[in-house]
Nanobody
């Protein structure tokens, strides 16, 4: 397994923006997932190892953007037009890619994102 370290979470008002970062010293498909209290972990976005392919959950399309800088070994999740329902712990993951939890075998510790109304 590979160590992943997320950063950038915090408290923001609805309509605001945050950028999450994930430091990962490997070239693999990367994904962002989130888990709200009492709910299952859900897919948010994914990006291929070379950044050439991305995927998004319908709930974040047009608002969130996933990107990566392989020279800095970092994956980003730019989150705009945040809504209270985006409140969750956000996890960075590395694996074979895709939209399901089982397709990723390395996970970060998570970073809290709270959106106030």
């Amino acid at each position: 397994q590979v160590q992943l370290v997320e950063s950038g979470g915090g408290l923001v008002q609805a309509g605001g923006s945050l950028r999450l970062s994930c430091a990962a010293s490997l070239r693999a498909s990367m994904g962002w997932f989130r888990q709200a209290p009492g709910k299952e972990r859900e897919f948010v976005a994914a990006i291929s190892w070379n950044g050439g392919s991305t995927a998004y959950a319908d709930s974040v399309k047009g608002r969130f953007t996933i990107s990566r800088d392989n020279y800095k070994n970092t994956v980003y999740l730019q989150m705009n037009s945040l809504k209270p329902e985006d409140t969750a712990v956000y996890y960075c993951a590395a694996g074979t890619g895709g939209t399901t939890v089982v397709q990723y075998n390395s996970w970060g510790q998570g970073t809290q994102v709270t959106v106030s109304s």
